[in-house]
């Protein structure tokens, strides 16, 4: 299977030059996390920037200093089993297809799951649950925005769940709703604010509720978690199969769902990130 054969051809990008609002107001209207770069008034693909880029240098507008510059890439005749691996070996969710340094495409996981495993027959009979993540990074509902982010940050993780007074599932809550809520503010002496010292941080709290990320703040709003945490949450169960997960996670553009029991209990989180190696292994068979 080539990389064609799955691929979005209609792309949104963005173009230098160009401005964090740019990304910012496409990523919202789009509902997406993670854009390709083109030169202004061509198809030439010259970077990749996600929100991750954004949150990482909160402090910089221009696209070409938040973006990633030549980005890895794959054409249309690509493999799709090469694609995939390239895709778990560097972390990545996405791959911008190219042909002759024009853009002309995007391969993601779920573009990837669609095709591999969404009809496949082995697929709707395999269960979910050698694949649930039982590791669940959680918060409670009344733990304020900024400490929710920290965990999630010291986590490793790009979403927490959010848990009630009595354990149950409440919401939860991720990195793209912490930029969507986020104010930068620019300050200078933040080592000093922070520990009255010269030396600089790479995170901490300050006297103002502000969460310190590399010299710059990123400020948000003291609000409990509850209050703009997602609710109405699409879950699976553990007796789902993989075929079944995979349109699930296709069909509400979600990357991740907590699996609940036939009691409704949580007992993980199924990541289509973690079926991506099944789907690499089917295109063996």
Sequence with gaps: ???????????????????????LHLMAEQQINGVPVCKKGTKTLVGMITRSDLLR??????????????????????EVKTAAKTIMEKGFRRLPVVDKDNLVGLVSIPDILGAVLENDDKSQKASIMPYVNKQIVAVWSETPLPLSYM??????????VVLNDGGGIAGMISVSDYLRLSEV?????ISKTYSGEESAVEWGWTSKDFLVVTKKLLQLPQVPVKDVMTKNLINVSEVMSVADCVRILRKNDIDQAPVVSASGSLIGMIEDKDLLKLAFESLDS
């Design 1 to 23: 299977m080539k990389v064609s054969e799955c691929m979005q051809s209609d792309v949104i990008h963005v173009v230098v030059p160009g401005t964090r609002e740019d990304v």
């Design 57 to 78: 240098k909160p402090d910089e507008n221009q696209i070409g200093m938040l973006m990633v510059r030549d980005p890895v890439t794959v054409t249309p005749r690509t």
């Design 151 to 160: 965990i999630m940050e010291m986590a490793g993780k790009t979403s927490l």
């Design 185 to 189: 503010q620019i300050e200078d002496n």
